[in-house]
């Protein structure tokens, strides 16, 4: 991905699955760390940036902001 703007509230594809199943996570946070929530089962996750930029494979639903 060239240089994708992430925001709260996305959906993102990851490429590995949490244990329950879900590839997919709800941005909570962003910055230097993210902080996820898997779709599947509602558990919470920080990640460094570095980290999150490797796995991340697909925004699925990308939130409009709001002015």
């Given at each position: 991905?060239?240089?994708?703007?992430?925001?709260?509230?996305?959906?993102?594809?990851?490429?590995?699955?949490?244990?329950?199943?879900?590839?997919?996570?709800?941005?909570?946070?962003?910055?230097?760390?993210?902080?996820?929530?898997?779709?599947?089962?509602?558990?919470?996750v920080m990640m460094p940036r570095t980290?999150?930029?490797?796995?991340?494979?697909?925004?699925?639903?990308?939130?409009?902001?709001?002015e």
């Amino acid at each position: 991905m060239a240089n994708p703007t992430y925001a709260v509230g996305d959906i993102v594809r990851m490429k590995k699955a949490h244990p329950c199943g879900s590839h997919e996570w709800e941005i909570l946070r962003t910055g230097m760390d993210f902080r996820l929530k898997c779709q599947g089962c509602g558990h919470l996750v920080m990640m460094p940036r570095t980290k999150f930029e490797r796995l991340v494979r697909e925004i699925v639903h990308h939130v409009e902001a709001v002015e």
